[in-house]
């Protein structure tokens, strides 16, 4: 069974910051582009954050260019999302997800559950 477990979210005051992780296991992921995805009620599904398998090249969306940080490590394996100076639009659950065409096309095989976050004013 292939797993993506997210950890690290939580509530923050604006101008916070967290940092989530995603274990995987049942597959390796270590050869496959990896991404953020994250989800507000009531609103579509958003792209987030993407890394290409060895980390070299990442991507974000333009609302969070600048304050989050996408890494991973995969001798864990783990991919990480540093989020800064987090504003409440940044509330949403956040989902861990995996596929080789998650990085061109935002289309990924895999996802975890989900951690939430959840930023006052």
């Known amino acids: 069974q292939v797993l993506l477990v997210e950890s690290g979210g939580g509530a923050v005051q604006t101008g916070g910051s967290l940092r989530l992780s995603c274990t995987t296991s049942?597959?390796?992921?270590?050869?496959?582009?990896m991404a953020w995805f994250r989800q507000a009620p009531g609103k579509e599904r958003e792209f987030v954050a993407a890394?290409?398998?060895?980390?070299?090249?990442?991507a974000y969306a333009e609302s969070v260019k600048g304050r989050f940080i996408i890494s991973r490590d995969n001798s864990e394996p783990a991919i990480y999302l540093q989020m800064n100076s987090l504003r409440p639009e940044d509330t949403a659950i956040y989902y861990c997800a995996g596929g080789p065409k998650v990085f061109v096309d935002r289309e990924y095989d895999y996802r975890g559950q989900g951690t939430q976050v959840t930023v006052s004013s």
């Open positions: 049942g597959r390796s992921f270590s050869g496959s582009p």
């Open positions: 890394i290409n398998w060895n980390g070299a090249a990442t």
